[in-house]
C-alpha cells in the first residue's frame, strides 16, 4: 500500500523498515526495552508497518488525476504492482474524486493480472456495487465469474463454488445482453462448464449401471437432463436410462425414454437400435421427428447452436491443471496434434497441443510457457 513519504521521519537515520523492526526485536530479547516501552511504540510500529509495505512514494502535492494517470500508465506497461499502489492510494485518500469508481476497477484488474483472484473479485464487487452502469461494469461482472471460476479448479468435487461462478457469469447476460464481447465470452465458458459438469454426472450414472444398482444411475441421468438441457449429453443419457429401465422391468419408463429420444434427437447415432427396441413393444406409429438432422451432420449442427467463433483467433476459455479449453472446433482449421501459440497482448507466451475436439470447444494440453508467465484464462490462440 502507498505511504505517506513523510513515513521516514520515524526512523533512526540510515535504517531501513526492515532493520528497524529487527531493531526492536532485538532490543525485547535482550530486556533493553520494557514492557511499557514496547507498548508505548506499538502505535508507531503499527505505522511503520504500513510505510514498509509501499513500493512507491507519492508527494502530498500530486492532484488525484496525476496519481490516477501515473497508474493507469504503470498498467498498460505491464507494472501491475506499482500501478496497484496508485490506485488504491487514489481510492482511500480521493473519496470524492471523479477517479474513485474507476480506480477500484482498474484495482481489480491489477490483482486479476497478479492472479490474486481473491482480491480481485473484492475489487470488482466493490466497483459493481457503486457503478453498475459504468462503461467498464461488463467486463467487470464477466471477470468476477472469471476469477471464481479459475479457483474452483475441481469442478467434479467444488459444486458450491463452480454454481457461485456460473451465477455471476449468468449476470453478464443478464444485466448487460447489449455488450456482446463479454456475454459471447461468459456464454462459452458457461457452456464449457456445463458440458464438464454433465459428463461428471454421466460416468456417476456410468458407474452406478456398471455396479447394477439401475434406480441409482438412473437418478444421476434424471438430474443430468433436468439441470444441462443443452448438453450433448442428453441423448447418451435418454439411451441408457431407457436401458436402466428394462434392466428394472419397468417398460413403461423405458419406453417414455425411448420415445423421447426418437423424437428430439432424430440424428442419434444408434437410432436403427431405438427404432427396433420401440417396434419390439409393439409401437408401430412413431412420432415425427421434431426436426430432421442427418446423422452426419449432427456434429456440425451442435456446434452451429454454440457460440460463433472467430475464424482464425481464438482464446483460452478454461484451464484446468495442465490442460486448457479453447473455443475453436474442427469447422475453424482445427486438427489434433496442432501446436499453437498463446499470446498475451502481442507477446508469446507460451505453446498448446490440440488433443481433442469436440462439439462446442477442443481441448489441448500446455507444452510450454515462458519463466515468468503462466498461460491463463482469457489468452489469445492464433491458428498457423
Given amino acids: 500500500m502507498v505511504g505517506n513519504t513523510d513515513t521516514a521521519q520515524f526512523l533512526p537515520d540510515g535504517i531501513d523498515c526492515a532493520v528497524f523492526l529487527y531493531y526492536i526485536k532485538i532490543m525485547r530479547i535482550t530486556n533493553h526495552v520494557n514492557v511499557m516501552g514496547i507498548l508505548s511504540v506499538v502505535g508507531l510500529v503499527m505505522f511503520v508497518l504500513i510505510g514498509c509495505g509501499q513500493s512507491v512514494k507519492i508527494p502530498a502535492s500530486q492532484t488525484d488525476t496525476e496519481i490516477f494517470e501515473q497508474g493507469k500508465f504503470l498498467f498498460e506497461q505491464g507494472e501491475y504492482g506499482e500501478a496497484l499502489d496508485y490506485f488504491l492510494y487514489v481510492k482511500d485518500n480521493f473519496l470524492r474524486s471523479p477517479y474513485a469508481g474507476v480506480t477500484r476497477f482498474y484495482a481489480g484488474e491489477c490483482y486479476y493480472e497478479k492472479e490474486q483472484y481473491d482480491d480481485a473479485v473484492i475489487e470488482y464487487k466493490s466497483f459493481l456495487a457503486f457503478f453498475p452502469n459504468d ?6 461482472q464477466y471477470k468476477v465469474g472469471a476469477s471464481l471460476l479459475t479457483q474452483a479448479r475441481d469442478s467434479e468435487r467444488d459444486q458450491s463454488s463452480i454454481q457461485e461462478a456460473l451465477a455471476e457469469l449468468q449476470k453478464v447476460r443478464e444485466n448487460y445482453a447489449d455488450q456482446g464481447e463479454f456475454v459471447q ?15 461428471y454426472e454421466f460416468n456417476v450414472a456410468k458407474f452406478y449401471r456398471h455396479e447394477k444398482q439401475y434406480t441409482a444411475s438412473n437418478g444421476r441421468l434424471a438430474y443430468l437432463m433436468k439441470h444441462y438441457p443443452q448438453s450433448s449429453l442428453v441423448a447418451d443419457a435418454l439411451w441408457m436410462q431407457s436401458q436402466n429401465f428394462q434392466k428394472l422391468e419397468q417398460p413403461e419408463g423405458a419406453k417414455e425414454a425411448l420415445l423421447r429420444l426418437w423424437e428430439n434427437y432424430p440424428g442419434y447415432e444408434k437410432r436403427a437400435e431405438v427404432k427396433k427396441e420401440l417396434l419390439d413393444m409393439r409401437i408401430t406409429e412413431l412420432p415425427t421427428p421434431v426436426t430432421i438432422i442427418e446423422p452426419e451432420t ?4 451442435r456446434a452451429s447452436q454454440q457460440p460463433s467463433h472467430s475464424g482464425t483467433e481464438g482464446y483460452i476459455v478454461l484451464r484446468r491443471d495442465d490442460n486448457v479449453f479453447i473455443n475453436l ?21 507460451g505453446t498448446i497441443r490440440v488433443i481433442e475436439i469436440q462439439a462446442g470447444f477442443s481441448i489441448a494440453e500446455i507444452v ?14 492464433v491458428l498457423p
Avoid: C, F, W
Avoid at 462503461?135 to 467487470?140: K, M, T
Fill in 185 to 199: 465470452k461468459a456464454e462459452e465458458k458457461i457452456y464449457i462448464v456445463n458440458e464438464r459438469l454433465a459428463q
Fill in 135 to 140: 462503461p467498464h461494469a461488463p467486463e467487470a
Fill in 298 to 301: 449432427q456434429e456440425e449442427t
Fill in 329 to 349: 472446433i474442427r469447422e475453424d482449421g482445427l486438427k489434433e496434434g496442432m501446436e499453437l501459440p498463446v499470446y498475451r497482448g502481442e507477446q508469446t507466451i
Fill in 368 to 381: 510450454s510457457h515462458s519463466t515468468d508467465l503462466s498461460i491463463r484464462e482469457d489468452d489469445r490462440i
